[in-house]
């Protein structure tokens, strides 16, 4: 396809601001978040005091993407513990704010532990808030690494799977440095590619109705200067069709332990598309978004968005996404009714590989998918 419909961006850093930071101002502890409701309009920052406030940054979509998830769950216990709050009330609070990503869960779990243990050990208060906080702080860490991981993993992947380069490769939703204390998960991979000269161009899927795609992803494809093109999410299959997609290169919210992957809505008919056209579907993830826990995809629970997420549109750029209605400019009749998960589930079958800060999982077993699993708990 010609390239007049690419756009190239300058190399910049992806964000001024970073998607998260813990800061300690003299009025006490805080959590520092980019949000990314506002983006690509402004960079602005959401300052949280208190774990209900992340609570309601989580649901927003202020802070989002299933690591970045993970990692805000685990400070926000952090938070609650330095700040003097009933932790167990927070966490369960924070670790129920969305149900599908099960990172957050996970992180919530391991700061809330960390302040657990160091009571038992006898730790006064004090202590055992620097223990969730230094777990928070850890996750973080290990996240970054993860992302580091996962982009060598994938890019030796693309290379036996795509031998020669010039990658086409679609992306849906977000997933760089917005959703990671790293440079994230497929788009690391991605950005990889481009840095490494294998990539030729970065399909993006809008990713309709939050527009996770126009909004983030371009805005981080624009900075990191790849070059890349935006499309509706339903002019996918007429992509696939015209041979322009190479591999499709996907985050997750949830992989169960039979290999089934939830991840934003739209996933699973880029899956079907890439099977029909022969076409590598592969998905980036570390081993915190694997579930061992959930048998299967039909057992995870698809958060489901309020209608008006799709019935309205708002402007400039930034949807509203509170629980009542939207207060945008309505497209549908006035009482329709929308139907609107965020999440939906792809079939192990339908993914090529899965590849992991521990290795690529292919094909995608349940012993393959528990054998990568037990590989990072053993370290
Ligand atoms: O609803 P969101 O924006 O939190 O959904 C995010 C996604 O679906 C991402 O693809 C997923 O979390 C993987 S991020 C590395």
């Known amino acids: 396809m010609a390239d007049q419909y690419a756009h190239s961006g300058d190399d910049k850093r992806p964000t001024e601001i970073p998607a998260i930071r813990w800061e300690e101002p003299p009025e006490g502890p805080v959590l520092v978040l980019l949000d990314q409701t506002r983006l690509p309009a402004e960079e602005v920052e959401l300052v949280c005091t208190d774990a209900s406030a992340l609570v309601e940054a989580i649901r927003s979509l202020a802070v989002r993407g299933a690591p970045l998830l993970g990692i805000a769950g685990a400070y926000g216990v952090a938070l609650a513990a330095v700040r003097g709050f009933d932790v167990d009330e927070a966490a369960a609070s924070l670790a129920g704010a969305r149900p599908t ?15 657990e243990a160091a009571l038992a050990k006898g730790g006064d208060v004090r202590q ?3 223990a969730a906080l230094a777990a928070a702080r850890q996750l973080h860490r290990e996240d970054a690494e993860a ?9 030796a992947l693309l290379d036996e799977l795509l031998p020669g380069g010039g990658h086409r490769v679609l992306t849906h939703c977000n997933t760089g440095s917005l959703v990671s204390g790293g440079e994230g998960t497929a788009f690391a991979v991605a950005l990889a590619a481009h840095r490494t000269g294998r990539l030729r161009r970065l399909w993006v899927d809008e990713t309709r109705p939050l527009l996770q795609g126009a909004r983030l992803t371009a805005y981080e494809a624009a ?3 790849m070059a890349y093109t935006l499309l509706t999410d339903n002019a996918a299959g007429s992509l696939f ?4 997609v190479d591999a499709v290169l996907i985050g997750a919210d949830r992989i169960t332990a039979d290999g089934s ?49 799709v019935t309205e549109v708002t402007a400039p750029q930034v949807p509203v996404v509170g629980v009542e209605a939207g207060g945008g400019i309505p497209v549908a009749p006035l009482g329709t009714q929308a139907y609107n998960p965020a999440f939906d589930v792809t079939p192990a079958e339908l993914v090529t590989a899965i590849v992991t800060e521990e290795g690529v999982v292919s094909p995608v077993t349940a012993e393959a998918l528990a054998e990568v699993c037990a590989r990072s708990r053993r370290v």
């Open 101 to 115: 990503a099960v990172n957050l869960a996970v992180g919530v779990r391991r700061a809330q532990s960390a302040h």
């Open 128 to 130: 055992a808030a620097a």
């Open 147 to 155: 992302s580091g991981r996962m982009a060598e993993h994938g890019l």
């Open 223 to 225: 900075r990191s200067g």
């Open 241 to 244: 069709a015209a041979g322009e």
């Open 261 to 309: 992957v939830a991840n934003k809505v739209g996933s699973y008919p880029l899956a079907v598309l890439a099977r029909y056209h022969h076409v590598p579907f592969i998905v980036v993830a570390p081993v915190t978004t694997v579930d061992l826990d959930t048998a299967d995809g039909a057992s995870v629970e698809v958060e489901q968005r309020p209608g008006h997420e």
